[in-house]
């Protein structure tokens, strides 16, 4: 099954972060319950891969100012059909930054959000299942700007609340602050 190699992320992602459990839980009935998941066009929801990318000291995140959200995020996207969720999260990066050096920290995932996505045109308010994984920029990090955001800025984890006050990011910030700290 096409969606195995997720669930089974998410069954060892749950023995880490035994505190997520009711997400963990909400993700695998998503998957389990719906062959297209990682379908764009499956209107309850889909799958998305997202890259927590941090400088070579794990002090500094590149974010994106979205330009259809108008919010500072972490780079990511739709899987369109791609179950590799990590390949995924590599390719939006690259993306939306243009960081040709970007290398996985590690291939467990880092952290899981689903959070609603407003009716734009045509498309209906949706979820997105977002699977975020932990990457590095093994280059100089000097990054392009995408049409996909209005800019790009590498921000200090300890100066992150002027970007984003959402749960989310600041559960981002503090794993990667907790994972570089004992790594």
Same mark, same amino acid.
């Given at each position: 099954?096409?969606?195995?190699?997720?669930?089974?992320?998410?069954?060892?992602?749950?023995?880490?972060?035994?505190?997520?459990?009711?997400?963990?839980? %909400? #993700?695998?009935? #998503?998957?389990?319950?719906?062959?297209? %998941?990682?379908?764009?066009? #499956?209107?309850?929801?889909?799958?998305?891969?997202?890259?927590?990318?941090?400088?070579?000291?794990?002090?500094?995140?590149?974010?994106?100012?979205?330009?259809?959200?108008?919010?500072?995020?972490?780079?990511?996207?739709?899987?369109?059909?791609? $179950?590799?969720?990590?390949?995924?999260?590599?390719?939006?990066?690259?993306?939306?930054?243009?960081?040709?050096?970007?290398?996985?920290?590690?291939?467990?995932?880092?952290?899981?959000?689903?959070?609603?996505?407003?009716?734009?045109?045509?498309? $209906?308010?949706?979820?997105?299942?977002?699977?975020?994984?932990?990457?590095?920029?093994?280059?100089?990090?000097?990054?392009?700007?995408?049409?996909?955001?209005?800019?790009?800025?590498?921000?200090?984890?300890?100066?992150?609340?002027?970007?984003?006050?959402?749960?989310?990011?600041?559960?981002?910030?503090?794993? %990667?602050?907790?994972?570089?700290?004992?790594?």
């Amino acid at each position: 099954m096409h969606r195995q190699p997720l669930l089974d992320l998410l069954s060892r992602y749950a023995v880490r972060h035994p505190d997520e459990a009711e997400i963990v839980a %909400c #993700f695998r009935q #998503f998957v389990a319950g719906n062959g297209e %998941c990682f379908e764009r066009h #499956f209107t309850e929801g889909h799958i998305t891969g997202s890259a927590w990318i941090v400088d070579r000291t794990g002090t500094r995140t590149l974010l994106t100012h979205h330009r259809k959200l108008n919010r500072w995020l972490q780079p990511g996207g739709h899987a369109d059909g791609d $179950p590799d969720v990590l390949a995924v999260a590599l390719s939006e990066g690259l993306e939306e930054t243009g960081l040709e050096s970007l290398v996985p920290v590690s291939t467990e995932i880092f952290d899981l959000d689903i959070h609603p996505i407003p009716a734009r045109g045509s498309d $209906p308010e949706h979820f997105h299942y977002d699977v975020r994984f932990l990457v590095r920029d093994a280059g100089a990090g000097d990054y392009v700007v995408s049409e996909e955001s209005h800019d790009l800025a590498w921000v200090s984890l300890s100066e992150l609340g002027k970007y984003s006050t959402e749960e989310s990011m600041r559960r981002m910030r503090d794993k %990667c602050g907790a994972y570089f700290r004992t790594a």
